[in-house]
């Protein structure tokens, strides 16, 4: 153990940790992996690689239903992934000019030059790079090139090229290595620049994902500046150099070098350096052993570890993120306990690799804590076990020891990350001995504590596996554990299975999957990206990758295949991949772009030690109805229907059914759409999101068609975190769009540090909304918040909009939109009622207005001021705006080139209940009414803009002349009694900022009318009618009405249950006075019980004869429906034999019957599908089913 470890430390050669992302290349063993093949904690993913030589190859045929969406490139002598500045992942091919070189006792090949080839995410070519391979003084060969996986623009020089790092490692002959890195621009041969070293770590410390601000670290072996530790001699440090991006007079200095003495390096998985960025600053963590790990190396008789020796981090940061060079902030130590009885090495970076340099997860106090792995080796068995600690660290220009936080666990042999669950604590599994078993133990990453634990052996049969993955679920998440057993039927074919696992130790449901004939192996693909049930295709169902050993036709050995396969076990693959006659065997797999445009399933290839990419397009398979066109739309059905508008945003769509999105993130890329979406009136409901569920809806200048449409669409239940600015749950940004009849209800829209709104962010170039609405919370205190629409610019307009619920943000928040440009179209007959709370320049319909009108709006509910602006001026809130601005040719009366603007705030009526500031109050004001910016109508407004000075005191205090006078763009606008005028200075007048006062009880249908409103059903008329009169809403409003479920089984003399909710609109004793119900065919069902838990109406409807009724609901002049099937409740599958239903069981929707083969019929006797052992109903919709076998049958009812 002792003469490998003092290798490693000699050539750098040892083999990778199992957590660390380390370049596969030995001679590179610093250099990080680049993201397709890493986790989303930075660690590798679990292998899916086959080795194999090229003479394993068997001829098979491997076209399959995908081949269509296949893209090649060229086989090459290497090949990778490249990650781009914007997040994409690109790819490259490496074509070496060499030469093979015959020797006396052996032959080598010499590389004399390469030719690189970048290809984008289509895998189209970008540029190519060649150049010949230059040796310096010393160097005899070229031992490896290696392509560093960072690209950069702007980085090296100034243009917009991209540019990329070719690593090379050269054999000299004094048996030691050279490393350089040579740079180009993605398409010159020209070199940009040479460093000494090779990269080891590359972070990007921009503050939005438009930047880019690198910081690039080169790693040298140089020649000591330390001869000596602790008496023991040192001959080569390791040297990092970290440059930032060149200036205009070129690249300078490192930002940062530091020096560590190679006898010093922590042990064999040692990351001597690594980096991450932390609120727009780089930091880099430096660590090393204080004295060389052994008491003496070169003692072949000495294996005793040094005594007080510790790990050393230095953790170096700039003083602020506009700093070009770091400094040391400061060093902690961690103990070592290693003793001759307890061989034990500690490392950073070697559990989740950058993130081992944790912010935030914690500590609150802004300092980074340390993830560090204290590894044990077993000389008897030459095993490793390890320890995971937390350790907080030393703060500023500090040295001290660090202090254990957490315990992440002791004494396990490794651990498998799980994935990221939204809502739940990062996991990793532990697997541990219990007794004669093992336990999985899933362990909490912010507190150390085991969350879950579970034994192998589920139930008969069942198990976990080194293969469980952690999956999103409606009610939180399971675990899906791949099974090592197969089973085959009589037909030969062949199943293997994944078991999904309850929180509790449930069998969820199984999937069998059916992987063929002839099959001696099988591995399903069980990492978590593989589990999206969209991500092959479009329909809900699952489907699972993975590799096969195959019998040769011939009977003679086997071959491996890659397999695509449906959780139903009677679907054809939908990928099936063997050995390929041109390519040779599959060598790798690996998903990429995932999240952007050009989604691939990417399977590389080997042949006589030449390799080929072969890119799949993902889905595999698109849209089952419609062709995209405005005869023949795509009909969305799923949530990857939803998904994948984003691979065809020109083309028409429509809703074909209700979506929930339970358990499901949907994924959003940066597309803009300029097709059409019509919802149909369809729901979807419980969508997650962190930015809006289209990027921008855009009408193309040239389009003389319809284009960048959105219409008839619902959302219930909603939730956005925003992660970027102008997010809305529908879009970011409109451009020439026309959005109507988009309706959001019981949202919950929140963000830490950008703006938002509920329903589209920014809206501009003739953009319209009309008869949409948003219901619920949107919280982001800081920030800029619209209750439909973030601003309003360029003609754009916002008609017939309604918004309810509560609104808390920052400054600039409207109740319609946050700011009104002057020149867009404006708002008109819209109507707010909500609890507006945000700190200043808040309006019931907008924050801020440059004067586009706003007419005929009645705004309801409360507005809450709680901050002045920082430069004074009031709090600027007003029941429709909080900031008017200035009309300018009041401010130059004397101007005759200026003419006065039209109105800007018309035929209003505000009926809120309280209109407040509940801040500080302003201790002075600069000048008269500055400060005077809270009223019924507008707040701040020309009235409150600075008087002309017409001299100044002996003090230089400036005198100011008369007051401005009030803005003369008010028309109109009336306020609701009792509400109190706040200033009792302004006018109680249709044309102040307080508008006139009306009692409630006095206003009605004709009085609004006699203002301009208008009374109908459509955007040109959508006042409501037949509402409350004092209290006008849209023809629109009063919620949505649904039904769950709309579609149900139930044999006669049964009974289900329907239940109502009304979302948008909090159920009161009045509402549910006016509640009714019709079921068609009562001769079919009756109505039974009927109650209101307080939150729904729950009605038992019992069915009586065989056939089939619609069930119509009506509430607060809303219309749900459901359709009732009643079957009869003898089961009508006469064909099938046998009662002895016992054999069969039926547990947590799987039914059982080992050693037989079970088949699912519907209520109507069609088969439905078919397993072994064991067969899934989970998927099925609610009815009545049978499961039989030869046998026995057994009456399900789902």
């Known amino acids: 153990m002792k003469h490998s470890f003092l290798t490693a430390l000699a050539v750098a050669s040892a083999l990778s940790s199992v957590a660390a992302p380390r370049s596969e290349a030995p001679l590179f063993r610093y250099m990080p992996e680049p993201k397709a093949v890493t986790d989303f904690a930075g660690n590798p993913q679990r292998p899916s690689e086959v080795s194999r030589s090229s003479a394993d190859v068997a001829r098979v045929e491997t076209l399959s239903p995908a081949t269509m969406a296949l893209k090649k490139l060229p086989a090459s002598d290497d090949l990778g992934y490249l990650d781009m500045p914007n997040g994409e992942v690109w790819y490259y091919t490496v074509a070496y000019d060499k030469e093979n070189v015959i020797h006396e006792a052996y032959s080598e090949v010499i590389i004399k030059g390469f030719k690189l080839t970048v290809y984008d995410t289509k895998l189209d070519i970008v540029g190519t790079v060649e150049d010949a391979v230059t040796m310096a003084e010393g160097e005899t060969k070229l031992a490896q090139l290696q392509i560093t996986p960072t690209v950069t623009k702007k980085f090296f020089n100034d243009d917009d090229k991209y540019e990329i790092m070719v690593g090379l490692a050269f054999n000299t002959s004094k048996f030691v290595n050279h490393y350089r890195t040579v740079v180009y621009s993605i398409g010159n041969n020209t070199p940009l620049a040479t460093f000494q070293g090779y990269v080891t770590s590359a972070v990007n410390s921009a503050t939005d ?29 390791l040297v990092f150099n970290t440059y930032k991006s060149a200036g205009y007079s070129g690249m300078g200095d490192p930002a940062l070098t530091v020096r560590v003495p190679q006898i010093t390096v922590a042990g064999e998985n040692a ?88 912010f935030g997860r914690y500590s609150a106090d802004g300092l980074p804590s340390l993830i560090i792995t204290r590894q044990h080796y077993t000389s008897s068995n030459d095993s490793y076990t390890y320890d995971y600690y937390v350790y907080s660290t030393a703060g500023k220009s500090q040295t001290a020891a660090g202090e254990k936080k957490i315990t992440i666990a002791e004494n396990v042999t490794g651990g498998y990350f799980m994935q990221d669950i939204k809502g739940f604590d990062p996991q990793v599994l532990f697997i541990v001995e219990d007794g004669n078993s093992y336990k999985f133990n899933f362990v909490s990453l912010v507190t150390g504590e085991t969350e879950v634990s579970l034994p192998y052996m589920i139930a008969e049969n069942v198990y976990l596996t080194v293969d469980t993955e952690r999956i999103p679920s409606a009610d939180g998440y399971v675990f899906a554990a791949a099974q090592t057993r197969g089973a085959s039927q009589d037909n030969g074919d062949v199943y293997t299975a994944m078991a999904y696992i309850t929180r509790d130790g449930q069998v969820d449901h199984i999937d069998y999957i059916n992987v063929g004939k002839n099959v001696d192996l099988a591995q399903i693909y069980s990492y978590y990206d ?117 691979a065809s945003p020109d083309a028409y769509y429509v809703l074909g ?77 409109l451009s020439g769009a026309t959005i109507s009849n988009v309706h959001v209800y019981d949202a919950k829209v929140t963000s830490d540090n950008c703006d938002v709104a509920g329903l589209v962010g920014r809206v501009s170039l003739y953009s319209t909304v009309s008869e949409c609405s948003f219901n619920g919370t949107i919280d982001a205190l800081e920030n800029s918040v619209g209750g439909i629409a973030l601003n309003l610019v360029t003609s754009s307009a916002i008609k017939a909009c309604a918004v309810s619920g509560s609104i808390n943000g920052g400054s600039e928040v409207g109740g319609i939109v946050a700011t009104l440009n002057a020149n867009a179209a404006g708002v008109s007959d819209c109507h707010v009622d909500a609890a507006i709370k945000a700190k200043n320049t808040i309006g019931g319909i907008a924050g801020d207005s440059g004067r586009a009108l706003i007419a005929n709006c ?57 209109l407040s500031y509940t801040g500080q ?91 301009g409103w208008k009374y109908g059903n459509d955007a040109d008329n959508p006042w409501n009618q037949t509402g409350d009169a004092n209290h006008p ?166």
């Open 209 to 237: 994902a438009w930047s880019e601000k690198f910081w690039v670290t080169f790693m040298t072996e140089e020649e000591t500046t330390t001869p000596e530790v602790n008496g023991i001699v040192n001959v080569v440090d």
């Open 271 to 358: 990351m001597p350096f690594i980096s991450t960025v932390s609120d727009g600053k780089p930091w880099f963590a430096v660590n090393r052993m204080k004295y060389c790990w052994y008491e003496d190396p070169f003692d072949f008789n000495n294996d005793n570890p040094t005594p007080d020796n510790e790990l050393m981090v230095d953790l170096y940061t700039l003083e602020s993120s506009w700093d070009a060079v770091a400094k040391l902030y400061s060093t902690t130590t961690i103990p070592s306990t290693a003793t001759i009885d307890d061989l034990s090495f500690l490392y950073l970076g070697d559990f989740s690799y950058d993130n081992d340099l944790s």
């Open 530 to 646: 593989g589990f999206d049930p969209y991500i092959f295709n479009l329909d809900d169902n699952r489907e699972y990758m993975a590799l096969v050993k195959r019998k040769n036709d011939d009977g003679k050995g086997n071959h491996e295949e890659l397999l695509v396969v449906s959780s139903d076990p009677e679907a054809e693959p939908l990928l099936q991949l063997g050995p390929d006659e041109e390519m040779g065997s599959i060598a790798n797999i690996a998903f990429v772009n995932l999240d952007g445009d050009d989604p691939r399933l990417v399977v590389s290839y080997v042949k006589d030690y030449s390799y080929t990419f072969a890119a799949h397009q993902l889905p595999l398979v698109g849209y089952e109805q419609g062709s995209g066109s405005r005869g023949r739309p795509y009909v969305i059905t799923t949530v990857g229907g939803l998904q994948h508008i984003s």
């Open 657 to 733: 059914c209700d979506i929930d999105a339970s358990g499901h993130t949907l994924k959003t890329s940066k597309y803009e759409f300029t097709g059409v979406l019509d919802g149909k009136g369809y729901t979807i409901s419980n969508l997650d999101l962190d930015r809006a569920l289209i990027p921008t809806v855009m009408k193309p200048s040239e389009a003389d068609y319809e284009a960048g449409v959105v219409r008839n669409l619902n959302f219930v239940n909603p939730t956005l975190e925003a992660s970027a600015e102008d997010q809305a749950i529908l879009a970011s940004v």
């Open 858 to 914: 009645h705004v309801e509910g409360s507005i809450e001021a709680t901050e002045n602006p920082r430069w004074g001026g009031g709090p600027k809130a007003g029941g429709i705006v909080g900031n008017l601005a200035p009309d300018y040719s009041a401010l130059n009366p004397d101007n005759e080139q200026t003419e006065p603007a039209g109105p800007a705030v018309k035929n209003c009526y505000v009926a809120l209940t309280s």
């Open 921 to 1011: 109050t302003s201790a002075s004001e600069q000048y008269p009414g500055q400060n005077d910016t809270m009223h019924r109508i507008v707040g701040a407004s020309v009235a409150n803009a600075e008087p002309d000075v017409i001299d100044y005191d002996s003090e230089y205090n400036p005198v100011y002349g008369d007051p401005r006078e009030p803005d003369a763009g008010l028309e109109g606008n009336y306020a609701v009694a009792s509400l109190n005028r706040v200033s009792d200075k302004i006018d109680d007048a249709l044309t102040s900022t307080e508008g006139k006062s009306v009692a409630s009880e006095d206003t009605s249908v004709d009085f609004f009318t006699a203002m």
């Open 1033 to 1198: 809403e849209l023809y629109f409003e009063g919620g949505l009405l649904t039904v769950t479920p709309a579609v149900a089984t139930v044999e006669a003399g049964g009974e289900i249950t329907f239940s109502l909710s009304l979302h948008g609109i909090e159920l009161t004793d009045e509402l549910l006075e006016g509640f009714a119900f019709e079921i068609a065919d009562e001769t079919v069902a009756e109505a039974g019980d009927m109650e209101f838990d307080g939150k729904a109406i729950n009605i038992v409807v019992k069915g009586l004869a065989e056939g089939s009724t619609k069930i119509t609901f009506g509430l607060n002049g809303k219309q749900a429906e459901a359709q009732l099937t009643v079957v009869r409740n003898e089961n009508s599958i006469t064909e099938i034999n046998g009662d002895k239903t016992a054999v069969i069981s039926y547990v947590n929707h799987v039914a059982r019957c080992e050693g037989s083969r079970l088949s699912v019929y519907n209520a109507a006797g069609s088969l439905l599908r078919q397993g072994r052992d064991a067969v899934s109903l989970a998927d099925l919709p609610a009815g009545i089913y049978v499961v039989a076998n030869d046998s026995a049958s057994l009456k399900v009812v789902r």
